[in-house]
């Protein structure tokens, strides 16, 4: 084992926070890489980099809320980007 690396996570174990994610998120609609209804009409792109700790903090403390207001009421779609993918 190396030294400052976690051991692998076993396949049947959820991530830190699933449980957390799947509440904010039930009942939404997710079509691909977009989290709400089709027809809102606000869409918000995100750009993100799976390995950032800026965007961890984004998700963690900005999301929810946005979810919570917004998504969930209909009047606003996210479209998730990897960051690294742009041209």
Do not use: M, W
């Not at 900005?62 to 980007?81: C, D, H, M």
Request: hydrophobic share 35%.
């Amino acid at each position: 084992k190396s030294a400052g690396c976690a051991p692998p996570r076993r396949p049947s174990t959820p991530a830190p926070g699933a449980a957390r994610v799947a509440k904010l998120l039930k009942g939404i609609p997710q079509h691909g890489l977009v989290l709400g209804r089709r027809t809102a009409p606000v869409t918000l792109i995100e750009y993100i980099d799976l390995q950032c700790p800026v965007c961890q903090q984004f998700e963690a403390t900005e999301l929810p809320p946005l979810v919570k207001k917004y998504v969930r009421a209909g009047k606003l779609k996210i479209k998730l980007s990897n960051i690294n993918s742009r041209a």
